[in-house]
Nanobody, 123 residues
Framework: QVQLVESGGGLVQAGGSLRLFCVGS????????MGWFRQAPGKEREFVAG????????YYGDSVKGRFTISRDNAKNTVYLQANSLKPEDTAVYYC????????????????WGQGTQVTVSS
């Protein structure tokens, strides 16, 4: 069974940091582009960051540029999202996505999704 499992979410004060983890199982994701999305209550799912299979190419949503960093360790089948300078508007459920497409500065979601991890930023 192919799975993506997120962790690392939690409650943090504005200006703080969190590191999110996405661990794949059931197959290797080392040749796949991977991404992070988020969804706040009452809002549509929003693209956060994407990374190419070899970790060289990265894309970010406008709202997180300069504050968030996506990275990966293919040997561990893991993708990370380092979230710094967090703001209350970053509060959302964060989802990992696998096997997406990357083109023209955009990451297009693939078929594999995790269950999400909650990030709450207090003011």
């Amino acid at each position: 069974q192919v799975q993506l499992v997120e962790s690392g979410g939690g409650l943090v004060q504005a200006g703080g940091s969190l590191r999110l983890f996405c661990v794949g199982s059931g197959r290797t994701f080392s040749r796949d582009n991977m991404g992070w999305f988020r969804q706040a209550p009452g809002k549509e799912r929003e693209f956060v960051a994407g990374i190419g299979w070899n970790g060289v190419t990265t894309y970010y949503g406008d709202s997180v540029k300069g504050r968030f960093t996506i990275s990966r360790d293919n040997a561990k089948n893991t993708v990370y999202l380092q979230a710094n300078s967090l703001k209350p508007e970053d509060t959302a459920v964060y989802y990992c996505n696998g096997d997406g497409a990357m083109s023209g500065g955009n990451y297009y979601s693939g078929r594999h999704w995790g269950q999400g991890t909650q990030v709450t930023v207090s003011s």
